[in-house]
């Protein structure tokens, strides 16, 4: 049996970037459980997306739709995976799991995860950063009535978010776990009488 001389190898760029893949991937999984460390990267990026925005003085569409994904991310972050007003909608009347408060204890489960919300965040602003190396997506806009209009945009859907978990009495966050105080230890052993 012949063996063949050259085994079919993937093409340099193929290489590199599945090279490339792997060490994002790599980093991303080293920066999982520090929290606080990437909001607050992802704060300092945003703040220099926003001096450069503010200096160069231009790219507020870029801006206004970085702005409007963010509010998009965050419906995303405050919503149940699982929608209760889509379940309302099911017309199955067979035996189901018990839905009332009491009967169970069902946690929030989240349709954007924190770490996913985090990544979406990071890589729109840094594309909104890569943004503004163009001027041609510099369009000329009156930057008030963007900024009026993101605001009631912001408000109007985070009144019907509100709205929708009043009506399925779900909070998007967790209380933390109860502690009872109970009598407090004072070291002493209690002889028996």
């Known amino acids: 049996?012949?063996?063949e001389p050259f085994r079919s190898q993937p093409p340099f760029?193929?290489?590199l970037f599945r090279s490339l893949s792997r060490?994002?991937?790599?980093?991303?999984?080293?920066?999982t459980p520090y929290v606080a460390g990437r909001w607050i990267f992802s704060l300092f990026l945003l703040l220099s997306y926003m001096?450069?925005?503010?200096?160069?003085?231009?790219w507020y569409i870029v801006t206004y739709g970085l702005g409007i994904f963010y509010l998009?991310?965050?419906?995303?972050f405050l919503s149940p995976r699982d929608d209760p007003a889509l379940a309302d909608d099911d017309l199955d009347d067979g035996p189901g799991l018990p839905t009332s408060r009491?009967?169970?204890?069902?946690?929030?489960?989240?349709?954007?995860?924190?770490?996913?919300?985090?990544?979406?965040a990071t890589k729109?602003?840094?594309?909104?950063?890569?943004?503004?190396?163009?001027?041609?997506?510099?369009?000329?806009?009156?930057?008030?009535?963007?900024l009026v209009y993101f605001f009631t945009l912001f408000a109007i859907t985070m009144k019907k978010q509100i709205k929708h978990m009043y009506?399925?009495?779900?909070?998007?966050?967790?209380?933390?776990?109860?502690?009872?105080?109970?009598?407090?230890?004072?070291?002493?052993?209690?002889?028996?009488?």
């Open 72 to 76: 998009n991310l965050f419906i995303q």
């Open 102 to 120: 009491d009967d169970e204890f069902r946690p929030f489960f989240r349709r954007l995860p924190e770490f996913k919300f985090w990544h979406s």
């Open 13 to 15: 760029p193929v290489k």
């Open 1 to 3: 049996m012949e063996e």
């Open 124 to 146: 729109a602003t840094l594309i909104a950063m890569f943004c503004t190396l163009f001027q041609a997506l510099n369009i000329p806009v009156f930057w008030p009535i963007l």
């Open 167 to 193: 009506k399925y009495k779900y909070l998007p966050w967790t209380r933390g776990k109860t502690r009872y105080g109970g009598r407090a230890d004072t070291g002493r052993v209690v002889q028996p009488k």
């Open 51 to 58: 001096a450069r925005v503010i200096i160069a003085e231009g």
């Open 23 to 31: 060490r994002y991937q790599s980093l991303l999984d080293v920066s």
